[in-house]
């Protein structure tokens, strides 16, 4: 099903790459998104929708000194974040905390709460303890991964173990596994890496080229999705994971991102630079042992899978994210900076 956008717009002043769930935030749906300005004073955003969800508004601006790479909330603490930045000749990371009376203040001002300063190469993401309250977090630069223990009330971090992946591995991203704390998969150019935080040590890895994103499904253990430049979406079970359960078309140019819903299982959203969002249904029964009765069949239900493709936008599509409190709401960040907020509610009874 094609067709445009019906969404909730906002504009940001400047380019814009990277947004987050507010999954704390348990009395609005709302989301973090930050600027990425190589001249200017960039900005992170505080976005909430109103409870009619009818407008998207501003409820924070905050001033950031460097262009951010990377954003995510702290999954249970509203005011607290991460960010991966850039200073034009090399990259940073820190932990950052919106001032508590924000809203009464003039120009409120972020407070960085840690630097997480152990790395030399070039950092790509910041994950969060996956479910919980914890205060392990975990950073990756092209070689290496570092485990952290955060101490919020003294304003440190430090380093509790870490391992480098080689020289002959370029690290870009991961996602950290919700069914297991002591799992985590980083994605690279040549593969899919999982790495045992236990023993800080890499145990398996899928043979993939050029793989942009990676989730792990909330809801299913061992379900692991890929985002990969020309090759679409693929669908991973871990337990046998020489090939793919099943395989999405994916976007008509590069697949960027790919986010698994929170709450409804084998919902899929998938991002790219083909300036598209799309909505995909893989079912349970599709990614099990059983096999199609007939090719008739199987081709009918690889049709069935796109349920709708968002096209209203005018570039790249690089930032996505779920509400955690609303499932059924999604943002979207495309690179001109503008954020739209869909609602997937049509589509659910079809599930």
Not at 130 to 150: T, V
Not at 155 to 180: F, N, R, T, Y
Not at 331 to 343: M, N, Q, T, W
């Amino acid at each position: 099903m094609q067709g445009g956008s019906s969404g909730i717009g906002y504009g940001l002043k400047y380019q814009a790459r990277c947004i987050s769930d507010v999954k704390a935030d348990t009395d609005y749906t709302s989301f973090l998104t930050g600027t990425l300005s190589l001249k200017e004073e960039n900005e992170v955003h505080l976005l909430r929708l109103t409870s009619g969800g009818s407008e998207l508004i501003c409820e924070g601006l905050f001033s950031h000194p460097n262009e951010i790479w990377d954003l995510s909330s702290c999954p249970f603490d509203q005011r607290i974040f991460s960010t991966v930045f850039s200073t034009g000749e090399s990259f940073g990371a820190a932990i950052w905390q919106i001032p508590e009376l924000y809203g009464q203040l003039n120009s409120p001002q972020l407070e960085r709460v840690a630097s997480l300063d152990a790395h030399v190469g070039k950092i790509n993401c910041v994950l969060w303890w996956p479910s919980g309250r914890c205060d392990k977090l975990i950073s990756m630069d092209e070689q290496n991964i570092f485990l952290w223990s955060l101490d919020s009330s003294n304003k440190s971090a430090e380093v509790i173990s870490k391992d480098s992946a080689g020289m002959l591995h370029s690290l870009s991203g991961g996602a950290w596994d919700p069914h297991d704390v002591n799992a985590v998969a980083a994605t690279g150019e040549s593969s899919v890496q999982f790495w045992d935080l236990r023993t800080m040590k890499k145990v398996n890895s899928i043979e993939r080229a050029h793989v942009r994103g990676v989730d792990y499904n909330p809801k299913r253990e061992h379900i692991l999705i890929t985002a990969e430049d020309e090759s679409g979406i693929h669908v991973w079970d871990l337990r046998k994971a020489k090939t793919p359960v099943q395989e999405l078309p994916g976007h008509t140019h590069w697949t960027w991102a790919v986010k698994c819903n929170p709450e409804y299982d084998g919902l899929i959203l998938s991002a790219g630079t083909d300036s598209a969002v799309n909505l995909w249904y893989a079912s349970a029964s599709s990614t099990n042992d059983k096999a199609p009765e007939s090719p008739v069949e199987s081709t009918r239900q690889r049709v069935n899978l796109l349920l709708n493709s968002y096209t209203d936008y005018e570039d790249s599509v690089y930032g996505l994210a779920w509400s955690s409190r609303e499932p059924w709401v999604f943002a979207s960040l495309s690179y001109d900076g503008r954020v739209v907020i869909e609602s997937v509610k049509p589509f659910l009874p079809r599930l």
